[in-house]
Nanobody, 122 residues
Framework: VQLQASGGGLVQAGGSLRLSCVAS????MGWFRQAPGKEREFVAS?????????NYADSVKGRFTLSRDIGKNSLYLQMSNLKPEDTAVYYC???????????????????WGQGTQVTVSS
């Protein structure tokens, strides 16, 4: 499984960025992030099935919006009202699990993209 993430960059606080991830197949997918010196943490996810619900970390609810194009095996993360604490490397991930619920645990994901840097300046 190949995951290709893109869209990171440098933005001022309050700004927006859109991350994209293309998978080589259809999977449950999610976004995670890892800041320097911290563990990788959950950001948002969606289960594999069409019409599946989205799940968000509390820290990004109301600011980040997940969407996907099933036909293109693509996942998007629209990030708005960005804060300096959102600075991290963002990773796209895919899971072989066919559970109906979006997964939030790092260990639940089997494949990881290369990561894209998001830097939010104050």
């Amino acid at each position: 499984v190949q995951l290709q993430a893109s869209g990171g960059g440098l933005v001022q606080a309050g700004g927006s960025l859109r991350l994209s991830c293309v998978a080589s197949g259809r999977y449950g997918m999610g976004w995670f992030r890892q800041a320097p010196g911290k563990e990788r943490e959950f950001v948002a996810s969606v289960a594999w099935r069409a019409g599946g619900t989205f799940n968000y970390a509390d820290s990004v609810k109301g600011r980040f919006t997940l969407s996907r194009d099933i036909g293109k095996n693509s996942l998007y993360l629209q990030m708005s009202n960005l804060k300096p604490e959102d600075t991290a490397v963002y990773y796209c991930a895919a899971t072989r699990s066919y559970t109906g619920s979006p997964l939030t645990e790092v260990h639940a994901y089997d494949y990881w993209g290369q990561g894209t840097q998001v830097t939010v300046s104050s």
